[in-house]
């Protein structure tokens, strides 16, 4: 793979890389295996960390290399990408505006806490939550001057994916110290771009382990449905880097079955995945992400999807914060006493 195709992108440093890859010893051991390891994108430093931050150090460096001022971006209100964001642009000088679907809340918590603290502006767009309000928001903002720049939903733009080649990159130096190699990697798919930039990044590391991005959002108001948007974002990340490699849906492997009962809604598998990761090995997950994700790995371990033989890498995304926000709907209460 030629490095250099990455390489000569503007991107402003604004994580610690590389994050911990480490076995889940004692998670393991509750399953009988396969052996299931964790790459701890929840420690990537910025604003309490999450692979938000992969993306926005390639996406905010074009900002700033097209002489921005002002970021706008749109998410949910518990949006950790849009938490991420706020704390970039913070750290980079420019003033940040988020569009967050829903209504403000009485009190602020979680994501949105942080939010307010890294001293963002805030739009309430009621049921929109996927960025449907971004272009009028943004040209309220150019008419009184300002040099905006949009960051899409979940940074998932063509810059984001190619953060992701660059995270399998990372992923396989650590590997070749470490002498490991997976048969899977398993995480959150929603907005795409991590899914887009991970299949990219398979293709042209030549690498052989299965990409299995687990669907947490039935939510499907898009030009086109979920799937291919994926495809389509892989396909131009790669025309982007003057790469031939191409995408079909035989490329795509989008697990649906763990939808629940809609995004953010915290139901009993969700509950007993975060408490279980917290308390075999004392990592937090997400109530919409990554504890949707971690569910559907422990529904598929216990129906034998995978061999013995197989080694499984589950991909933090980060999010912890939003636990916050959560407490009521997790209802999750301390051990008795002996």
Known sequence: MDHLS????????????????????????????????????????????????????????????????????????????????????????????????????????????????FGCHIHWNNVHRKGEDLPQVAEYLKQA??????????????????????????????????????????????????????????????ADFDIVGISIDKFENREIPFDRHIIELANRSAALIGSDQRFDSSDLHLNRDYLGEGYGVVGDQEREAIELLARTEGILLDPVYTGRAMAALIDLLRNNAFSKDDRVLFWHTGGAPALFAYADTLNISAPQPI
């Open 145 to 206: 001057g300002k040099k905006v720049y949009q960051v899409p939903y979940g940074g998932s733009s063509e810059l984001g994916a190619l953060a992701f080649v660059a995270a399998l990159m990372e992923l396989e130096s650590q590997c070749r110290e470490t002498a490991l190699s997976f048969t899977h990697i398993l995480f959150a798919s929603s907005s795409g771009g991590t899914h887009a930039g991970l299949m990219l990044g398979k293709k042209l590391l030549d």
């Open 6 to 117: 990455i390489d000569h992108l503007r991107r402003e440093r604004l994580g610690f890389f590389p994050t911990p890859l480490t076995r889940l010893r004692n998670f393991t051991e509750r399953f009988g295996g396969p052996e299931v390891y964790i790459k701890r994108d929840d420690q990537t430093g910025l604003a309490l960390g999450g692979n938000k931050t992969r993306k926005l150090e390639f996406i905010l460096g074009d900002a700033l290399a097209r002489g921005a001022d002002t970021i706008i971006t749109a998410g949910a209100a518990q949006s950790n990408h849009c938490r991420q964001t706020a704390a970039a642009a913070a750290a980079l000088g420019l003033e940040c505006h988020l569009v967050l679907g829903g209504h403000p809340p009485e009190r602020a918590s979680g994501n949105l806490l942080l939010d307010q603290l």
